[in-house]
């Protein structure tokens, strides 16, 4: 039988725990007890999480907030904070999902979910295992097109504009942003709201992506 130990930093449901205890009368009361005394950490309804104590694992909030509500993946500022492309802290967990826009707050902090268009959904995003633990979460250009699309008001339709919002607004890491790859701003263009600016984006990144290849094939032919 699995025991808490073995289950780690993976959220859990209510069926998951029950068929571990099923010689008590009362799970709902066993599971109380675990909850008070610390050894389960309430995430909502019906899902929990081990406490590090007594799984030994760390928790990933990435893998929580993928667990909590999907199908979605971590993204916006949280996702371009792991990357450490922008240096403030983020308030909360974001990701974007399919499903209706949802929040949900915790022991471990606020979780938001906002909603986007199915066909846009899949576009840049990617498993990354930190420490063992695998989860999704968008790739950096993603993250960005997110945040772009979903910050109210922000019409960015010139180069100036976009420079000034990357430099001066999210102090992003420029040398990180001129070697983002064109291709994920202009699938999202295609599919996606606030075309113009993802255009603009494309005209910036595009030669300097071909650039980067161009180098990168010499020094391979004079190896």
């Known amino acids: 039988m699995t025991t808490l130990t073995e289950i780690g930093n993976t959220p859990v449901d209510f069926a998951v725990l029950r068929s571990m205890f099923p010689s008590h009368k009362s799970v709902n009361n066993k599971i109380s007890e675990l909850e008070k005394s610390g050894v389960l950490i309430r995430l909502k309804k019906g899902m929990y999480v081990v406490s590090p104590k007594e799984s030994g694992k760390l ?7 993928n667990h909590l509500y999907g199908p979605s993946y971590v993204s916006m500022e949280s ?3 792991y990357f450490g492309l922008i240096p403030e802290r983020v ?4 990701s974007m999902t399919v499903k209706h826009s949802r929040e949900f707050n915790n022991q471990l902090g ?3 979910y906002t909603q986007c268009q199915k ?3 899949p576009i840049g995003i990617r498993q990354e295992i930190h420490a063992e633990t695998a989860f999704l979460i968008a790739t950096p ?3 960005l097109c997110d945040l ?15 420079l000034t919002y990357l430099e001066e ?3 992003f890491d420029m040398d990180a942003f001129y070697q983002m790859d064109y291709r994920i701003f202009e699938q999202c263009a295609e599919v996606g709201k606030k075309k113009v600016t993802f255009k603009k984006i494309v005209k910036i990144l595009k030669p300097l992506n071909d650039y980067f290849l161009q180098i990168a094939d010499m020094m391979l032919f004079e190896e």
Do not use: D
């Open 59 to 65: 928790l990933s909030l990435e893998l929580i907030a």
């Open 79 to 81: 996702a371009l904070r």
């Open 91 to 94: 308030y909360a967990n974001l």
């Open 110 to 112: 606020r979780f938001i």
């Open 119 to 121: 066909e846009y959904f």
């Open 141 to 143: 250009e993603k993250a």
């Open 148 to 162: 772009i699309i979903h910050t109210p008001n922000l019409n960015l339709r010139f180069k100036k504009e976009i």
């Open 169 to 171: 607004f999210l102090r």
